[in-house]
């Protein structure tokens, strides 16, 4: 009969973790804690005869600590992973956003703008011209050098794409 409270505490103990009411959301750390307190607990009254009120706060408080350690290492590792989820959803994202202003990009008409020279011998490229110019004038003897090795720039005037302020795009080779 001297067991009979301590059964009728533990079962109350039981119930008012699963009661019905308002079920607050309980962290990691606080459910690894509030469990591993009570397993050590129990732990330490069984293996301490001699003292078992000592036995099972020792074992609580061990229990609890190691508890709270698994629970925070366990809620860690969610973090992880929902932040490398987030992080491959902005990727997706990105690269959708990308394709997107590709795909637009090629619908879009192209622009040509055509650029005036000074003279009629000086080439519109602005690393020719300065090559060729001595002292402000052209030598005769040499033709005028032509914009062959240089490939046309379909996004001139677009400043997000590479040598958009040039007419031209740089060799590719």
């Keep these: 009969m ?5 059964l009728f505490a533990f079962i109350i103990l039981l ?7 308002a079920h607050a959301q309980w962290s990691p750390q606080a459910k690894g804690a509030v469990i591993g307190g009570l397993g050590g607990a129990a732990a330490g009254a069984i293996i301490n005869k001699r003292n078992r009120v000592v036995g099972g706060v020792v074992g609580g408080v061990a229990g609890g600590a190691i508890g709270y350690g698994i629970g925070k ?8 992973r929902a932040a490398a989820a987030a992080q491959q959803r902005a990727v997706a994202a ?3 956003n990308y394709r997107r202003e590709l795909a637009l990009a090629r619908n879009r008409p192209t622009v040509t703008t055509t650029r005036t020279t000074q003279t009629a011998l000086v080439p519109a490229n602005s690393l020719t011209a300065s090559s060729t110019m001595v002292g402000g004038m052209q030598p005769a003897a040499q033709p005028a050098p ?9 996004a001139y005037g677009d400043a997000s794409h590479p040598y958009g302020t040039s007419e031209y795009r ?4």
């Design 170 to 173: 740089r060799k590719s080779w």
């Design 2 to 6: 001297n067991k009979l409270p301590y």
């Design 15 to 21: 119930t008012s973790f699963h009661a019905p009411a």
């Design 73 to 80: 290492h366990i809620d860690n590792k969610r973090k992880q």
């Design 94 to 96: 990105r690269e959708a």
């Design 146 to 154: 032509s914009n062959a090795a240089y490939l046309p720039n379909p």
